[in-house]
C-alpha cells in the first residue's frame, strides 16, 4: 500500500489543473495524479478544436460563467509565465435568418452581463470587413477569444506538478475505492494506493468512478462524438479566425462552426451524434457495456423524445458530407465538397439526469473524503485553473 495525502485519477486537463492548485495551496502535500492511458490528454482535452472562451453564452452567476471568466485570466498567465503558445485572435457568432436575432440579441446581453465591455453587436458591413466570405444579417464580435492546443498546456500543467513535488503514474485504471474512516483506498489494476482525499477527474468515465462510492447518481454520462472536416490548404485563407452560428438555447451544443487552429489549419464542425461507445472516435466504434448503460437510462428517452429531430439531422450529417456542407454554407455560402478533406473527432461527456435534464453546468459532488466531477464540459478547458483552484479549496481542510 503506497500512502498519499491526496490522489486524482484523471490526466485530463481538469485533473491536472486540479492537482496543480493543490500543490500551489499547500506546498509539501504528498500528490498523486493516476491515469489509465499512457500519456496526458488523451480523451476529451486531446480531441477538441483548442479554443479559449469568453464565457459569452454561460447564465450569469452560473459556474460555467464565473469559471470561466476567472479561468481565462489564469489560464493566460500561466501560458505567459510558461512559454505556451497562444492567440487571442477574436470570433464572431452569426446571425444568418430573422429568427435568428432575438437569439443573438439576448447572448450580446449575456456578455455584458458577463463582463464582457469589449464585445460588439456589429451589421453585415462590418462582418464582411472581419471574415470577408462569411454571411449574416448581424454579429457578435467577441475580441476575447482564443486559439491553443490543450495537449500543450496539460503538458506544462504536468511538468509543474512535478516540479512542485507531485508525482504521475499512467496505465492505472482505477477499478475500486474503499472509505473508512479518514483514509481511502483506491485500487488499480496494477497497485493499491491509500489517500485522505480521493478527486474523480475522469471524465467520459467520470460516473461509473463515482459509482464506487455513491450508490444513487442522478446523472450519467452519455456520450456524444462530434466530427470535424478540415479545410483544404488552399482554401484555408476562407476563414480568418472563428466563425460561429447563433446556438440553439435548447441544444448544449454550439452548431457546425469554423476554426482557425492554432498550426494554421481550419476546422469546419462539429455536429454532435451519438456514440455507441464512450471513447469511440470512429463512425464504427462501438462498445456493449457503453451502450447498454445508455439504453437503459431513463433520461436518455426523455431527451431523445424532445431532441430526436435534431439527432436525426446530427446522424445525417454524419454519413452525408453534401448535408454537412449545406449546414456550413448557412455561414459561407462559397463552401464546397471538395473544399473539405476528413479531419478528426472527439467525444463529450453529456451528463443527463434520470427525469431527461441535460446538464448543462459545472457539477462537483463533495463527499468528504471523496470528491467527484460528475459534469465538467466545455468551457472546461478554458476554465480549467479556476476549476482547480475549487476544488483545492474544498479539500485543503481535509488534508
Known sequence: MQNYDVIVAGAGIVGLA???KILEAKPGVKLL????????ARHQTGHNSGVIHSGIYYKPGSLKATNCIHGYKMLLEFCDENSVPYEICGKVISATGTEE???????????????????????????????????????IHVPYTGIIDYKVVSAA???????????????EKVSRLRSSGSKCETVTHNSSFSSKVFINCCGLQS????????????????????????????????VKNLIYPVPDPAFPFLGVHFTRMIDGEVEAGPNAVL???????????????????????????KIASKFYKTGFGEFHRSFSKKAFVKALQKLMPEIREEDLSPGGAGVRAQ??????????????HDNGSIVNVLNAPSPAATSSLAIGETIAKKIISKI
Open 207 to 238: 460516473d461509473e468512478v463515482a459509482g464506487y462510492s455513491e450508490k444513487k447518481i442522478d446523472t450519467r454520462i452519455i456520450p456524444f462524438r462530434g466530427e470535424y472536416y478540415k479545410l483544404r490548404p488552399e482554401k484555408s485563407y476562407l
Open 351 to 364: 451528463a443527463i439526469s434520470s427525469s431527461g435534464g441535460l446538464i448543462d453546468d459545472f457539477l462537483i
Open 33 to 40: 495524479v493516476l491515469e489509465k492511458e499512457p500519456g496526458t
Open 275 to 301: 456514440s455507441f461507445r464512450k471513447e469511440g472516435y470512429r463512425k464504427t466504434s462501438f462498445g456493449f457495456y457503453d451502450t447498454f448503460k445508455t439504453f437503459t437510462w431513463p433520461g436518455f428517452y
Open 101 to 139: 436575432l432575438p437569439r443573438l440579441e439576448s447572448i450580446y446581453q449575456r456578455g455584458l452581463d458577463n463582463g464582457l465591455n469589449k464585445i460588439r453587436m456589429i451589421d453585415k458591413n462590418e462582418l464582411k470587413e472581419l471574415e470577408p466570405h462569411a454571411q449574416g444579417l448581424k454579429a
Open 18 to 20: 486540479s492537482a496543480l
Open 157 to 171: 500543467y504536468a511538468n509543474k506538478i512535478r516540479q512542485l513535488g507531485g508525482e504521475i503514474k499512467f496505465n
